[in-house]
């Protein structure tokens, strides 16, 4: 099932977009390659298991690692980049309808020079007085310091 969650052709085209793994000078364990941290979360999502629950057989890691890459992957932007990649790619070759495209516009800024909405009045009622008393002070049984 790895196989086809990452085929071989898939990986080529993405692979040069991960970064490069740091260099360990005092050694310590090997890192778990690209391919295998992927191939473990993609499972992941794919089945909707906890990340514990990840079989080693799976990806040759633990669901921890995984995680902890996808974590760092996003820090990263990577999930944007091969996002941009991709959608270059299937652009080049012809296969995106651009005419059934559209804008979500929660997200996308008003452009320089837009008129500013007016700002609206709150319809909701006034505060209510504060529940406490004034006199609360007075009523203190302990002589104040």
């Known amino acids: 099932m790895a196989k086809k969650l ?5 990986w080529a085209e993405i692979a040069p977009l991960f970064p490069a793994a740091a260099a360990r000078p ?3 364990r090997p890192r778990v ?9 993609l499972f992941v999502l794919y089945t909707a298991i ?8 799976v990806a040759g890691c633990s669901g921890m690692t995984c995680w902890r ?6 820090d990263a932007g990577l999930w944007d ?12 070759s012809g296969e995106i309808d651009w005419s059934r495209a559209s804008v979500d516009a929660s997200s996308v800024p008003a452009k320089r020079g837009a008129t ?6 709150p319809t909701a009622a006034s505060r209510a007085p504060s529940g406490i008393s004034w006199s609360t002070e007075r009523a ?5 310091s």
């Open 6 to 10: 990452l085929p071989d052709a898939l």
């Open 26 to 28: 005092k050694g310590g």
């Open 33 to 41: 390659e690209n391919r295998e941290a992927l191939i473990g979360i």
């Open 50 to 57: 906890p990340w514990e629950r990840l079989p080693f057989e």
């Open 69 to 74: 890459r996808l974590r760092a992957w996003q």
């Open 81 to 92: 980049e091969i996002h941009r990649h991709m959608l270059e790619r299937l652009n080049l």
């Open 116 to 121: 500013r909405s007016v700002r609206t009045r």
């Open 140 to 144: 203190c049984l302990w002589p104040s």
